[in-house]
């Protein structure tokens, strides 16, 4: 009797292997082709190698409470892609587009930030930087597995989404995000959350330079900094990066 195969790896970067056979093929995804309308051109891509990164949309940048908010920045514009994403993210998942959180929480220790990184939160040396302590709930600020580095209540993860911890404004560097993507055999992102002209934007950039195809999805993201600096994120992305497209033409091409 022939041993059954076993599968090893997660799919599509998978083999199937007994005592004897390694079968090293890699059968493929099936496709589901859809037709997405951007700013500039009409785009045909596959569901089935596509995932949505949805970045820092926790609680130290979107919440009343959390670090952003109480250094004086109105958080309320990075608090608009929760709707939108309340919509759309059931139905990718239902999709099997695989749903991708990049919230930025450090090493307690800190050990891996650089002092000019820090410089930037704490510019005085003396405020409320990364690792400390919030006056108004203790939450040390963008720390892993704090309420600080987690999701917003509204946008609760789902087991079987991905949670990648970031600590850098793109998500891709010192971090296993893209070797998990290029495991699962995604090449085209959506890009979501907040700030879009910072942390989004980064991301962006940085997965346009390792080869993936990347998406903006404008009403998904938002950007706390000043209307000049979304519009220039918009440019840019159309210009060098990408496309830009928005939730409800993705929801469209997907019916």
Not at 5 to 13: A, D, E, F, S, Y
Not at 45 to 69: E, R, T
Not at 125 to 142: K, Q, S, T, W, Y
Request: overall charge negative; proline content about 7%; glycine content about 6%.
């Amino acid at each position: 009797m022939t041993t059954p195969l076993r599968t090893l790896g997660v799919p599509p970067n998978a083999w199937s292997v007994n005592a004897a056979i390694a079968d090293i093929t890699r059968p493929p995804l099936e496709p589901h082709v859809i037709t997405l309308t951007t700013e500039t051109k009409t785009l045909r891509l596959d569901l089935a190698k596509a995932a949505i990164l949805v970045i820092d949309m926790q609680n130290d940048f979107c919440h009343p409470d959390g670090w952003l908010a109480h250094i004086g920045v109105d958080v309320s514009p990075a608090r608009t892609p929760i709707a939108p994403l309340q919509d759309l993210l059931p139905l990718l998942r239902s999709a099997q587009v695989s749903i991708v959180w990049v919230n930025w929480g450090n090493r307690p220790d800190l050990l891996n930030i650089s002092a000019a990184s820090r410089h930037v939160y704490n510019p005085t040396g003396d405020g409320v930087g990364l690792g400390d302590h919030l006056p108004a709930n203790g939450a040390p600020v963008l720390t892993k597995d704090s309420w600080a580095a987690a999701t917003v209540d509204e946008l609760e993860p789902k087991p079987d989404d991905i949670q990648v911890d970031k600590y850098r404004m793109s998500g891709f560097w010192d971090t296993p995000l893209d070797s998990i993507l290029k495991n699962l055999g995604k090449t085209t992102l959506f890009f979501a959350g907040v700030n879009a002209d910072q942390c989004v934007m980064a991301t962006l950039q940085d997965a346009n330079f390792l080869g993936y195809d990347c998406l903006l999805l404008t009403d998904c993201s938002a950007t706390t900094s000043p209307d000049y600096c979304w519009k220039a994120t918009l440019y840019n992305v159309n210009q060098c990066f990408g496309f830009v497209t928005d939730s409800h033409a993705l929801l469209t091409a997907m019916k």
